[in-house]
């Protein structure tokens, strides 16, 4: 090695001393595949087994699962420590917006922490009951122009299939919709949908999603797959679902041989906390990554649940590891009964400057704000730009250290 080689090589070294004191260990928080929260899942699934009358082949049928969701107080507290006055409050509360939640993820719940995030995302709360917030924020009662269409976009839209979930999430923007029963959109619905799109020929990507899509039987998905790729200008399909972190069990060999024939399909789902990635939902992403089903995250940030980088990080590494790129992370929208989980914009962005530069760029998702009156997600970032002339632009780095550059 040359003189300069050398020196070469002791800066590098040097600097990578420096970087090293950036990483950060995660440890402290718990994972869906730590052994601790597998064997506590084995053991409320037990309960819940005996509680339900169901033996191991029905926890893996996604039907049973739905069939038997827990929406009644009295059941929750034969697999939760609930005292009096709790129970009280789920039942009131429960009335105001229903509650329904898979044996699954259910049995997800550390049942000795009150402030479990798992609890705290699906177990109503009395904070759901204060008057802030606003049924409908999005505006989406005046952005459909036909059937079950949602138009918000030049080149792409929604159709929301039905209106079913596999749970109701606490944080749910649409729980408008959800209030009263679980219903599909009718056949004349779609039809009139499809139609729009086919008359419509900029619209080059669909998104299928609800409520949870995949609440549907395989047979309707078929015959909606089908139907749009029958017309010529649809060039991708996106499923909107949520069954990979509530119902994993509906990934099933029958279902994806069905999408198999429908690609390209790309499925973007909703992980909030590193306990949701578990065992059963690491083998459904293996499963359609397998079928050629590319798959994103859009996390809410949500107080309790997962307003902290350090969570964040270790979200986005799971998912990861499950061939599941994080997309989004959504600023909650100021929904009627969901205001209490709300995070500040400053904190949102300050997880996002945290993220950038100590994370890989694969686990940095967009963090947007859904615009007031359906004008669409809007992408929010740090600061970089520190001043701009017609001649220069002076950045900064993730570290903080100001650059130049020309324009
Ligand atoms: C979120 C959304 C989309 C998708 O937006 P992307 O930025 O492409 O993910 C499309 N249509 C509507 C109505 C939406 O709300």
Redesign the pocket.
């Known amino acids: 090695m040359g003189n300069e080689d050398r020196n070469g090589r002791k800066i590098s070294l040097e600097r990578a001393e420096e970087l090293k004191g950036y990483y950060q260990e995660l440890s402290g928080i718990e994972k869906g595949t730590d052994s601790s929260s597998v064997s506590r899942y084995e053991e409320q699934k037990r309960k819940l087994l005996s509680l339900l009358g169901g033996e191991e082949k029905d926890w893996k049928d996604w039907k049973w699962q739905v069939k038997h969701r827990i929406d009644d107080v009295d059941d929750l507290a034969k697999i939760l420590k609930l005292t009096h006055e709790e129970k009280e409050e789920i039942r009131r509360c429960g009335e105001e917006n229903r509650f329904a939640i898979t044996p699954y993820y259910l049995a997800l719940i550390n049942p000795e922490d009150k402030k479990d995030p798992i609890r705290r995302l699906c177990i109503p709360d009395s904070l759901e009951m204060m008057a802030e917030g606003e049924a409908d924020p999005m505006a989406e009662e005046f ?1 459909s122009p036909a059937g079950v269409v ?4 030049p080149d ?3 159709i929301n299939v039905t209106n079913a979930c596999a749970m109701f999430c606490r944080h749910c923007q649409r729980r408008r919709k959800i209030g009263g029963s679980d219903q599909d959109a009718t056949k004349e619905q779609l039809e009139e949908s499809f139609e729009y799109i086919r008359n419509n020929p900029e619209i080059r990507e669909v ?1 299928v999603t609800g409520g949870d899509a995949l609440m549907l039987e395989d047979e309707q998905l078929e015959f909606i797959f089908s139907s749009l790729r029958s017309i010529p200008t649809v060039e991708v399909i996106r499923i909107g679902s949520r069954v990979l972190v509530t119902l994993p069990m509906r990934i099933n060999d029958r279902f994806l041989e069905m999408i198999e024939k429908y690609h390209p399909i790309y499925l973007n789902t909703h992980f909030n906390h590193p306990r949701e990635v578990t065992p059963e939902a690491i083998e459904a992403c293996a499963a359609l990554s397998k079928a050629g089903v590319p798959m994103g995250n859009q996390m809410v940030l949500l107080r309790g649940v997962n307003d902290d980088k350090h969570v964040v990080h270790l979200l986005n590494r799971e998912i990861l590891k499950a061939r599941v790129r994080p997309y989004y992370m959504f600023h909650a929208k100021n929904v009627s009964g969901t205001t209490h989980l709300g995070v500040s914009i400053d904190e949102g962005l300050a997880i996002m400057e945290y993220l950038r530069g100590r994370a890989s760029g694969m686990l940095i998702p967009t963090y947007a704000v859904n615009a007031p009156g359906g004008l669409g ?1 809007i992408p929010m970032l740090p600061q970089y730009i520190v001043e701009k002339t017609s001649e220069k632009i002076v950045l900064r780095t993730w570290e903080g250290k100001l650059v130049e550059y020309p324009m």
């Open positions: 952005t949602t138009r918000r976009y792409r839209l929604i998104l997600k």
